[in-house]
């Protein structure tokens, strides 16, 4: 039976992630799909989960009622999609909506985390992992932020 | 050098605030030779001369192309000229993209806004000489969909087996289906041979500097990144001395550098 161990060993966020933790992270596991267009999870719902993108290209958004949704920033082949699973009150802060079709791997979020207070290895080695991507994002809005194109 | 006069053949907007003038001397000569990168003094009479990358094709000579973005008194009065007015022409200045140096190797290209059209004529060169070359990759960053420059042609070079073309815009609407982020964000998915990579920058300071960090992070060392600077150019040859950076002026040893050779003032603010 294939199993979805060999997706997640090869998707750049758990890249050289131990065999004893990718026997965990599986359990907490499935595949998903989001055909383009369909929202993936909106502002104020549980985050229950977070996506490891294998291909496609999903848009996180913000909605406006002057401006409509608007497009913060687009995740796509081996990106990783949402932390509020991991932060208190668990709730989404945006919109993401698949652009395209989108294939993703769904980590459920409180088993993750159940599995992390359990193993405080993994727990480090998830918690590094998405503070680098954390950084890279900041990083990112505050160059947005300072329109470098404008006048 | 003397300014020569050149009659404008065409001219067309890229986007609100852009436009692409193509020019033809009066006079002497039919051909404008110049190399990928190099720039010229453009001056609108009795309004003001101002420096301009050229941006059109290095081996098609008959045409001079500029693409200017209105930024002042000479750039708005260079926006209003039709078919047939003159224009003056001083140059062309400055040192080349490292097309030559580039041979065997992969090149990414950095083009932040309308950091483009200096990149441009280096673009046309990979392609027409593309069996030289290795990868070829575009990485192209603008504030919105709408500021995005050569929308026709991007289209082509997208479509094209051995270009890999990636557009980035900084916000977009739904309507937008490509990459939404700033453009170093397209780093990290661009495939290329580390160490045998050449790259090229073009686009506002503080953009190339994030880029320069993140290719740096990728693991392209300094003297594989060029960057063009850009300063208060007048004279065009080095003796006015309004462009000087550090020991180097803009205009006669760029505006194309390694950044090997300009990183000790590159973060220098008072420069």
Known sequence: METLDRYLIEHPFLKDMGPEHIKLIVGCSANVKFDAGQFIFKEGEEADKFYLIRAGKVAVEVYSPERGAIALQTVDDGDILGWSWLIPPYKW???ARAVE????????GKCLRNKCEDDYVLGYEIMKRFAYIMEQRLDSARLQLLDVYGK | MVTQPFKVLRAKSETYDTFTVELAPIGNGTQFKFLPGQFNMLYVFGVGEVPISISGDPEKPAKLIHTIRTVGAATRAMQKLKIGDAIGVRGPYGTPWPVEKSVGH?????AGGIGLAPLRPSIYHLLSNRNKYGKVILLYGTRTPDDILYKRELEKWRSRFDFDVYITVDRAAVAWRGNVGVVTTLIPKAQFNISNTIAMICG?????RYTVQELN???????????SMERNMRCGVGLCGHCQYGPNFICKDGAVFSYESIKDWFLKREL
Do not use: C, W
């Open chain 2, 106 to 110: 992969d090149v990414i290209i950095i």
């Open chain 2, 204 to 208: 506002p300071e503080i953009m190339m």
């Open chain 2, 217 to 227: 992070k990728r693991g392209l060392s300094y003297n594989q990144i060029y960057v």
């Open chain 1, 93 to 95: 802060h945006f919109d």
């Open chain 1, 101 to 108: 079709l989108t294939r993703a791997i769904a980590l459920d």
